[in-house]
């Protein structure tokens, strides 16, 4: 006996697309004057995936899936793991010489901005480091009492 817990863990999550053998009698359901939830009902399909089938068959006259819009992207995961490698190794290397470096071992043609926006994706920002002040012998005599004072705090 399965628990509601497992039917919902089977319904939820991203589903596979629809393939054409079975968008094709959705249309054709559709031609034949059978309401949404009757096509939905007989193929055992969701009336929400019946009702966008044919939406995409009235805008754009077929239901082959599209490309994906927008351009792709430059750095393929491989290269974006190499990079992360290569500024872990050494976080004081600027974005030119990292590009470089990616040119001559993975052979990826990239500029310095393309570096420096991946790396911002991964959460690594350019920052300066603290500059800390050097104690002069005078700062340090008159700090010293002060120091051995309060030691023990």
């Known amino acids: 006996m399965q628990t509601a817990s ?5 319904r939820m999550g991203r589903s ?3 393939s054409d053998s079975k968008r094709g009698p959705v249309i054709g359901g559709h031609l034949g004057n059978k309401s949404i939830r009757d096509i939905s009902w007989l193929l055992n ?36 793991r190499m990079l992360k490698r290569t ?9 030119e010489s990292i590009a470089k470096d990616l ?3 993975c052979g990826l043609q990239m500029s310095p901005t393309t570096v420096r926006r991946e790396l911002h994706g991964m959460g690594f920002h350019g920052r300066a480091a603290a500059s ?3 104690i002069t012998k005078c ?6 009492p002060w120091c051995k004072a309060r030691r023990h705090w």
């Open 45 to 80: 399909i969701p009336r929400s995936t019946v009702s966008g089938i044919i939406t995409k068959w009235k805008q754009l006259g077929t239901t082959a899936t599209q490309p994906p819009s927008g351009r792709p992207r430059h750095m393929t995961g491989r290269g974006q």
């Open 87 to 95: 500024v872990r190794r050494s976080r004081q290397l600027s974005a």
């Open 103 to 105: 040119q001559t071992w």
């Open 139 to 144: 700062n340090a005599k008159c700090r010293m």
């Open 16 to 18: 596979q697309e629809l």
């Open 132 to 134: 800390k002040t050097s």
């Open 6 to 10: 497992t039917n919902i863990g089977e």
